[in-house]
């Protein structure tokens, strides 16, 4: 029996010691930062920013102007911009250069890739001691800028940038949708514009100005081409939808619901109306504001960063002056399936830190990334586009105030459709949500949008959509964005960690022969009793 007893105790020290090795098997935890006491001013650093801009020159000018004031300030770091048309593409080079480990210093991005980003090890910098730091945090005593506190970050946004336990970057600008009106052609039809908008609402008097003349005009416009609403990004539609109506659609540990009943039901409603020709899409019929502005739709669902393509006097737009049409343009949010408990998607770019083998280098970084928080960059910005300030400090600025109050004084940095849109978000910021963020959130986000522009197509081409239709396209959009990696039978998210090291591999092979030589051992104990008796 003595014997037997240390027998156990042996196998229950192997596996102790191999779930030393195995126990965290795949897991990658991001090391904190340590803040150096004093910021080495006696070196050069060479840091490198990556932006998004598209082709608004008054937005690169201004990023130019706030790394040229940032340099003055710190004669001993230069910053090297380099712009990308969009954020995917930042997206791509990032997860490319992070195997040859020449990712940014800094870079404009959103919290879905910083999530993809973080599956590196010690890839981006946690910035909860940067933060609190006294002397370089935000709103430090050595900063040669005037920034804003941790307090003074509006914690809504603030909130969006924080991934588990620890902040992985600093939000920049914030935008949501909006919904954009032709007031004249809602009047005409005989409706009024709520103060908020239900779906209900939506889909009526999209339909109602459907119908046509004896000519094949649409009685409405007088013309031949008419799409009553036109939603921009399909993927935050659907998340919207969902989230108003408390559905399924996936949470924090990446477990995945969104193919329920309510889905269902939300694609049977699209592709009814897109039958009627009431509905369509970006991606299927063309930017909204170039039908809106040339009195060929009545709802326009985009950004509010896109207000300035919007309206009559949309100081940007891709249609020719003289297929512009005169209307009033009412501001309204999103539609809602509870006008009492509003809720709308909160997005814009924020900013990460790379991190770097010298830490010095690191906080050369923050700082700049901390200087594009200071009010001169914020509301600069805000004031090219529908954005607005994530500083309460930009907010309540007086020059900002000022710029607000002066709605519609001129049809350029005043443009009216576009501070009214960007007063909508901050009037309706604690109604803004996020979507929660991990590895693989993204290709949930696209596969979200891809449903609702199977549906309109599918209904556009004459065919049959129902549950048979709508349970086969859950199927192939798991199967195209791979969905089924990240989500295990009954919603249980399973991370692929790839094969076990040879050290775990070799120790379940001593504990199975440890547990043969047990049972071999008390095997022979009682054919040995048997003999003796």
């Known amino acids: 029996m003595k014997k037997f007893k240390k027998s156990v105790l042996l196998v229950l020290s192997v596996l102790m010691v191999l779930g030393l090795f195995t126990g965290c098997h795949g897991a990658k935890k991001s090391a904190s930062f340590i803040v150096p006491e004093e910021f080495d001013t006696s070196k050069h650093y060479d840091i490198t920013f990556w932006a998004k801009n598209d082709t608004n020159k008054f937005q690169t000018d201004i990023y130019q102007k706030a790394i040229d004031d940032f340099e003055a300030l710190y004669p001993n770091i230069t910053v090297n911009m380099r712009l990308y048309t969009d954020y995917a593409k930042i997206y791509n080079d990032v997860i490319t250069n992070i195997a040859t480990e020449t990712t940014p210093n800094v870079c404009i991005t959103y919290p879905d890739h910083i999530a993809t980003y973080k599956t590196g090890e010690n890839v981006v910098v946690p910035l909860d001691q940067l933060f609190a730091d006294e002397k370089y945090g935000l709103g430090g005593s050595e900063l040669k800028f005037d920034g804003p506190s941790l307090e003074e970050v ?26 954009y009106i032709n007031k004249d052609m809602v009047e005409a039809l005989g ?9 209900d609402y939506i889909w009526e008097v999209s339909e109602a100005a459907t119908k046509k003349d004896a000519n094949g005009n649409y009685a409405i416009n007088g013309q031949k081409v008419l799409i009553p609403f036109i939603y921009k990004s399909t993927d935050n539609m659907m998340i919207s939808m969902l989230k108003q109506l408390d559905a399924g659609y ?3 540990q990446g477990n995945i619901y969104i193919f329920n009943d309510d889905t269902k039901s939300i694609l049977n409603t699209i592709a009814e ?14 930017y909204p504001a170039n039908f809106l502005n040339a009195g060929q739709c009545i709802f326009a669902i985009d950004s509010t960063a896109g207000a300035t393509w919007m309206g009559s006097d949309a100081p940007n737009s891709d249609i020719s002056p003289d297929k512009f049409i005169r209307f009033d343009t009412e501001v309204r949010t999103i539609p809602q399936f509870d006008t009492e408990n509003q809720k709308m998607i909160s997005q814009g770019p924020s900013l990460c830190v790379f991190n770097k083998e010298d830490p010095q280098e690191v906080v050369a970084s923050w700082l700049f990334a901390q200087y594009m928080l200071t009010n001169d960059v914020q509301i600069a910005y805000s004031e ?6 994530v500083t309460t400090k930009a907010q309540n600025a007086p020059e900002y105030v ?20 960007a007063k909508l978000l901050i009037d309706h910021t604690s109604d803004t949500f996020v979507t ?17 522009e199977n549906v309109t197509k599918s209904v556009r081409r004459k065919e049959k959509v129902d549950d048979k239709y709508i349970n086969k396209m859950y199927d192939d959009v798991t199967s195209l964005y791979r969905l089924d990696q990240l989500n295990a ?9 790839g094969p076990l090291p040879g050290t775990s591999i070799a120790l379940l092979v001593i504990l199975g022969v440890v547990w043969l030589m047990i049972l071999a051992y008390l095997i022979y104990g009682q054919a040995k009793k048997k003999v003796n008796k």
């Open 489 to 497: 039978s009954g919603g249980s998210s399973k991370a692929d960690l």
């Open 154 to 179: 509006v914690p809504e946004f603030l909130e969006e940038c924080k991934l588990g336990d620890s902040y992985y970057a600093l939000p920049y600008m914030r935008s949501t949708e909006a919904c």
């Open 384 to 389: 090219t586009e529908g954005y607005i300030p």
């Open 402 to 421: 000022q710029y607000l109050a002066d709605c519609g004084k001129d049809t350029s940095t005043h443009y009216e459709v576009k501070i009214k849109a």
């Open 191 to 199: 409706y009024k514009v709520p103060d908020v908008l239900t779906w």
């Open 436 to 452: 929660p963020v991990f590895n693989g959130s993204t290709s949930l986000r696209d596969a979200a949008g891809q449903m609702i």
């Open 273 to 286: 109306h897109t039958a009627s020709g009431a509905f369509s899409t970006f991606k299927i019929s063309g």
């Open 250 to 252: 996936s949470d924090e």
